[in-house]
């Protein structure tokens, strides 16, 4: 295998792995739905094998990312007049599309899931009210977070649009990379949302996947932002996004069988975004675009790992 | 990797939208990167500290989330059952983590079968205890033993539902719960509750920390 195809592998073997171990942890999910749940009461059936097996999995799946992340090449990323690293032109490349494409895909399907919680949350407060003034005991929601998730859902399709035109022509300094923070935010109020709609669900097995995917996709929006605020954790980034990637497959098993559409299309729009960074994001850490036709030397040693930002 | 140049340097916007002004601040310089002590102290991060307090929130959020999942929580006691131990409108502590149900906790628990919210009782016997209830001296007895029960609101009649479950061995890892105002309380007697698997119980009530004239240990 000559350097260059050696290169390429390495630079997706990020997104190998996240497919791979989402692929398994999805698989032993729905064995999980199949096996460890008593018929009838829905309880889980305690050391069920498909649990174990799915806890190993995502564990070992944090730990092989975390030895990615360890054993990433960083490049020093072009410095701006004013000294700071350009952190937020890791994602560009102007010759490939996939990854706008992927990021353009995913905010559409914010707006999709934005176009189905609207909907409900307003079915869900008219019961409600309707409720209240027959002054039956009231459901258990009264519509108001699911509002909210879907007006996040709209704020995400905007961020996610951004970060997309910001992989073909970068915004200017500080800014583009921003607009990752959207989806992030929005991810606060679904966290809300899904863990009030769960509050009072003694089988942890029945919602905990599906709020580490959403926190996982959280943290990883919010670091996608910071690659434009001098706070870059480049390798951080790679790990949450391979996490986001393989806890949204997994927690889509059961949103689908719960039929809960909006949930399955958040969690499609994140696996999206972190599959698009994950395909552009290593690549250019490893071997940078050129600047006005000057490539960009990488740096060897520890001289060259510029995790932090070097604006101070 | 493909190699490309930037026809336009790293500028983001057209000179319309941004102007030239903004061009030129971003605009990436050719040639060596300067000096690590030559860097400038003039922010190049506009909102950089907007970014960093929503960074703030976003994980505080995340924390709470966690904490109130796998840890502790907070419930809002609706209902006169617990009275008066617990009152409508009272905000609980909730302790769920590594907890096993243990004789005379207060409890929250979700009995599907009744209801998908969850309600709050306390533990009258675990597993392998025998329950015997007798409305005739109003006195509840566990392993023969009648209980000393003096949170209880007041004597118990028979409920509207007939006596219900009322002698009963707990099998192992299930729970008998009764409210404490035991003349308006749906629990363990109620045909639709019954006893409850452990697997049922989210935490253990631990401290009553709102309205403040109510705070108290459970």
Same mark, same amino acid.
């Given at each position: 295998?000559?350097?260059?195809?050696k290169?390429?592998?390495?630079?997706?073997?990020?997104?190998?792995?996240?497919?791979?171990a989402?692929?398994?942890?999805?698989?032993?999910?729905?064995?999980q739905l199949? =096996?460890? +749940?008593?018929?009838?009461t829905?309880? =889980? /059936?305690?050391?069920a094998?498909a649990s174990?097996?799915?806890?190993c999995?995502?564990v070992m799946?944090?730990a092989?990312?975390?030895?990615?992340?360890m054993?990433?090449?960083?490049?020093?990323?072009?410095?701006?007049?004013?000294?700071? %690293?350009?952190?937020?032109?890791?994602f560009l490349?102007?010759?490939?599309?996939?990854y706008? /494409?992927?990021?353009?895909?995913?905010? +559409?399907?914010a707006v999709?899931?934005s176009v189905?919680?609207?909907?409900?949350?307003?079915?869900?407060? %008219?019961e409600?009210?309707?409720a209240?003034?027959?002054?039956?005991?009231?459901?258990?929601t009264?519509?108001?977070?699911?509002?909210?998730?879907a007006?996040?859902?709209?704020?995400? +399709?905007?961020?996610?649009l951004?970060?997309g035109?910001?992989?073909?022509?970068?915004?200017?300094?500080?800014?583009g990379?921003y607009?990752?923070?959207?989806?992030?935010?929005?991810?606060? /109020?679904?966290l809300?949302?899904?863990f009030?709609?769960?509050?009072a #669900?003694?089988v942890?097995?029945?919602y /905990?996947?599906l709020?580490?995917?959403i926190?996982?996709?959280?943290?990883?929006?919010?670091?996608?932002?910071g690659?434009?605020?001098?706070?870059s954790k480049?390798?951080?980034?790679?790990?949450?996004?391979?996490?986001?990637?393989v806890?949204?497959? %997994?927690?889509m098993v059961?949103?689908?069988?719960?039929?809960?559409?909006?949930?399955v299309l958040l969690?499609?729009?994140?696996?999206?975004a972190?599959?698009?960074v994950l395909?552009?994001l290593?690549? #250019?850490?490893?071997?940078?675009?050129?600047?006005?036709g000057?490539?960009?030397?990488?740096?060897?040693?520890e001289?060259?790992?510029q995790?932090?930002?070097?604006?101070? | 990797?493909?190699?490309?140049?930037?026809?336009?340097?790293?500028?983001?916007?057209?000179?319309?939208?941004?102007?030239?002004?903004g061009?030129?601040?971003?605009?990436?310089?050719?040639g060596?990167?300067p000096?690590?002590?030559?860097q400038?102290?003039?922010?190049?991060?506009?909102?950089?500290?907007?970014?960093l307090?929503?960074?703030?929130l976003?994980?505080?959020?995340?924390?709470?989330?966690?904490?109130?999942?796998f840890?502790?929580r907070?419930?809002?006691?609706?209902?006169p059952s617990?009275?008066n131990?617990?009152?409508?409108?009272?905000?609980?502590?909730?302790?769920?983590?590594?907890? @096993?149900?243990?004789?005379?906790? $207060?409890?929250?628990?979700?009995?599907e079968s009744?209801?998908?919210?969850?309600i709050?009782?306390?533990?009258?016997a675990?597993g392998?205890?025998?329950?015997?209830?007798?409305y005739?001296?109003?006195?509840?007895?566990?392993?023969? @033993?009648a209980?000393?029960?003096?949170?209880?609101?007041e004597?118990?009649?028979v409920?509207?539902?007939?006596?219900g479950?009322? &002698?009963?061995?707990?099998?192992?890892?299930?729970?008998f719960v009764?409210?404490?105002?035991?003349?308006?309380?749906a629990d363990?007697?109620?045909?639709s509750?019954?006893? $409850?698997?452990n697997?049922c119980?989210?935490?253990?009530?631990?401290?009553?920390?709102?309205?403040?004239? &109510?705070?108290?240990?459970?």
């Open positions: 295998m000559d350097v260059k195809r290169q390429k592998f390495g630079g997706r073997s990020w997104l190998i792995c996240a497919l791979a989402g692929l398994c942890a999805a698989a032993l999910r729905k064995w199949a =096996s460890a +749940f008593e018929a009838g829905g309880l =889980s /059936v305690p050391w094998p174990v097996i799915l806890t999995v995502l799946s944090g092989w990312f975390i030895i990615l992340a054993y990433q090449p960083l490049s020093r990323r072009p410095n701006t007049a004013g000294g700071a %690293q350009r952190w937020d032109l890791a490349d102007a010759g490939d599309a996939v706008p /494409v992927l990021v353009v895909a995913s905010s +559409f399907l999709a899931a189905a919680l609207f909907p409900l949350g307003l079915r869900q407060w %008219q409600y009210q309707t209240v003034a027959a002054e039956l005991q009231p459901p258990s009264n519509g108001v977070l699911t509002i909210a998730t007006a996040g859902a709209l704020a995400a +399709f905007l961020g996610l951004q970060m035109r910001d992989g073909l022509r970068p915004g200017r300094r500080g800014r990379g607009a990752a923070a959207l989806p992030g935010v929005a991810g606060c /109020v679904w809300m949302e899904s009030r709609a769960h509050a #669900n003694p942890l097995w029945d /905990v996947p709020l580490l995917a926190v996982c996709g959280m943290l990883f929006f919010m670091d996608f932002a690659m434009s605020a001098g706070t480049p390798r951080r980034l790679l790990w949450m996004a391979a996490m986001t990637l806890l949204s497959i %997994q927690a059961s949103a689908a069988a719960e039929r809960t559409w909006g949930d969690l499609s729009a994140q696996l999206l972190a599959a698009a395909w552009r290593p690549p #250019n850490l490893e071997n940078p675009p050129p600047i006005n000057t490539p960009i030397p990488p740096v060897q040693g001289a060259s790992i995790e932090e930002s070097t604006y101070e | 990797m493909e190699n490309w140049e930037v026809e336009q340097g790293f500028d983001g916007g057209t000179p319309s939208e941004e102007g030239a002004a061009q030129e601040r971003d605009r990436i310089p050719e060596p990167a000096e690590p002590g030559a400038s102290r003039e922010a190049p991060f506009p909102g950089r500290e907007l970014y307090n929503v960074r703030v976003v994980v505080m959020m995340t924390a709470f989330v966690m904490l109130f999942t840890v502790a907070i419930i809002v006691v609706s209902g617990m009275e131990t617990l009152w409508g409108g009272d905000l609980i502590l909730v302790w769920s983590l590594g907890y @096993t149900p243990e004789q005379g906790d $207060v409890v929250v628990l979700t009995q009744y209801q998908e919210d969850s709050v009782k306390r533990v009258i675990t392998g205890q025998q329950v015997d209830i007798d005739n001296s109003g006195s509840v007895k566990v392993d023969g @033993t209980l000393e029960e003096p949170y209880i609101k004597q118990m009649l409920p509207g539902y007939g006596e479950i009322n &002698h009963v061995i707990v099998p192992e890892g299930c729970i009764m409210g404490d105002n035991r003349n308006h309380s363990s007697r109620y045909p509750i019954g006893i $409850v698997d697997r119980v989210i935490g253990r009530g631990m401290l009553v920390l709102f309205p403040l004239t &109510h705070w108290k240990g459970l």
